[in-house]
């Protein structure tokens, strides 16, 4: 498979599973699974870096987003000492989330 195909398919994969996840929002905010303090010096270490938190803490990268937008982020840079706790919501459903993306993309392929 071309690279830039391939590219070219997850960057349409990765904008739908955005707009599900925007689309979706409320219904994650209620389906908290965990809340996970944040410890230590790791508050001030990745302060600008919400991402980089969340790699810190062992999160896959997949559920960045929809985490991020759950606990009221709007950019990973936006990440600051004010945040005390990370709610994580349900990862199953941002999976099935993640499916419909894929599925959706492979519709418009027919």
């Known amino acids: 498979m071309d690279v830039l ?14 707009q599900l996840i925007d689309d979706h929002i409320g219904i994650l905010k209620n389906m908290i699974q965990e809340t996970k303090p944040i410890t230590g010096n790791k508050d001030y270490s990745y302060v600008g870096d919400f991402y980089g938190m969340l790699t810190a803490l062992g999160i896959d990268k997949k559920y960045h987003y929809g985490i991020m937008k759950v606990n009221g982020i709007e950019s990973s840079d936006d990440f600051n000492t004010d945040v005390t706790a990370i709610d994580i919501p349900s990862l199953s459903y941002m999976d099935s989330l993640l499916e419909v993306a894929k599925s959706k993309l492979k519709n418009k392929a027919l």
């Open 5 to 18: 195909n391939f590219s070219k398919q997850e960057n349409m994969i990765t904008d739908t599973y955005v």
